[in-house]
């Protein structure tokens, strides 16, 4: 199989960071998307295999759909080339196992011991290729009492204690209103992913790479852990205000709700002087952030009751001017189109050949001299099979036997 990127750079622009790094992706649905597209964004060359009949399970997610094609998997899979492959069929192994050769990165976040039963476990690919990076993405890790259960976001989030810290005091357990244990998954994942690719650049021995959803569900506590770990006892949840300091958190105003940030003395100064009330910075109640924290019953409604009299843009106007963090409470469309938003290229546009113009969310950090690219739109099922088989040696003849066995797929053809 050659090394060619097919992602490589246009003409005169710069070759992505991860340019020559050679990913098989064979996760679906949301984590190790997220991670193989990070890669792909900064320049790797990733191949999303995917299943014959149906491909990722993230493409049954038919509502909302862009002129037929499903929404949430163009949002993860840009800049990947694509193979419908089956693993369980003889030819299909011998495919996949032709790709681990010239390959950087395996991800998968199979249940445990899935690959394995294939004949595809880390020990047998890393027999066929020594610096082969192996990153497992799964529910609850690969070692402990759980590690042969299953998960999904919802369980992980309900496992770490992260639905017991959501919410208003009081309320019921809720889910935050992301997917954050998926998506933390798949950011913790590129991390070891290239970490394990430093080690690699320097002995050419690859690894395992193993991350959950519910140790990235655990590594969101911080705070909390802090608290629990020093007195025992186990936050709740507390609506939009911090754990550690106040005022910190959403306040109503004449028409809507505004954010404000008092995370410091200082800032609690200029809180007191915008809303009116100097005698708060004397108030021994309010004086220090342990105070405000221990009198909030008092603090919070007072506050409110003032940012009430005005409309929101009155406020953050105020608050601006004298230099205190405050923002809005966006609705997410309101997030997506504002001019930060945009002016940080968080919004990329492109144009698929079914679902037309599309957008997608773009990569959140930023390089100087190896930004990201955006070459390529998620691809339909299949849509690089043939270039693939190609790539690793097949001819014409074997090609079409694949195709007509179901061993491989690939799209029909697109109407004009």
């Known amino acids: 199989m050659s090394n060619s990127n097919s992602t490589a ?17 064979l996760a679906q649905i949301m984590a190790g998307p997220t991670c193989g597209m990070m890669l792909a964004d900064l320049g790797a060359d990733v191949i999303k295999i995917e299943k014959v009949d149906g491909g990722d399970d993230a493409r049954g997610y038919r509502d909302p759909q862009i002129n037929g094609v499903s929404a949430p998997f163009l949002m993860l899979n840009r800049n990947k080339r694509g193979i419908a492959l089956d693993l369980k069929a003889p030819e299909g192994r011998e495919v996949f196992l032709r790709m681990v050769r010239e390959a950087d990165v395996v991800i998968e976040n199979f249940r445990k011991g899935t690959l394995e039963k294939l004949g595809l476990g880390y020990d047998t690919l890393s027999e ?40 208003e005091e009081g309320g019921p357990p809720l889910r935050t209103g992301n997917s954050i244990a ?3 998954a798949g950011l913790l994942a590129a991390f070891g992913i290239l970490a394990a690719y ?33 007195t025992g006892e186990s936050p709740g949840p507390s609506g939009s205000a911090h754990i550690l300091a106040t005022p910190y958190q959403a306040f109503p105003t004449q028409d809507g709700y505004i954010i404000v940030g008092g995370a410091n003395e200082k800032n ?9 009330r100097p005698e708060w910075l004397e108030d021994p109640r309010y004086r220090l952030n342990a105070d405000r924290m221990r009198h909030r019953d008092t603090l919070l409604p007072a ?10 843009a009155h406020w953050l106007a105020e608050f601006d001017k004298a230099g205190v963090p405050a923002g809005p409470v966006h609705s997410v469309g309101e997030a997506l189109s504002h001019p930060q938003t945009l002016a940080r290229g968080m919004v990329v546009e492109q144009q698929h050949v079914e679902a037309g113009a599309i957008k997608t969310i773009g990569l959140p950090v930023k390089l100087s001299a190896t930004p990201a690219q ?26 079409a036997a694949m195709l007509r066995d179901g061993v491989v797929a690939e799209p029909a053809p697109v109407r004009s």
């Open 198 to 230: 430093q080690h690699k650049q320097k002995t050419g021995k690859g690894q395992i790479v193993e991350t959950s959803l519910i140790e990235a569900g655990l590594q969101q506590l911080c705070w909390h852990a802090a608290i629990h770990f020093a």
């Open 268 to 276: 609690w100064e200029r809180i007191a002087q915008v809303l009116g």
């Open 128 to 167: 066929l290729n020594p610096g082969l990076i192996y990153c497992a993405i799964s529910g609850y890790g690969r070692t402990g009492p759980a590690a042969d259960k299953g998960g999904f976001d919802l369980i992980a989030q309900g496992f770490t204690g992260l639905m017991a810290i959501t919410g």
């Open 9 to 25: 750079s246009p003409t005169g622009a710069a070759p992505g960071a991860l340019a020559g790094m050679r990913v098989l992706e």
């Open 374 to 399: 955006y070459l390529r739109p998620s691809p339909r099922l299949g849509e690089d099979t043939r270039a693939l088989l190609a790539e690793c040696g097949y001819g014409e003849e074997e090609i």
């Open 182 to 184: 998926d998506i933390n």
């Open 303 to 312: 506050m409110s009751e003032i940012l009430s009299t005005r409309p929101s």
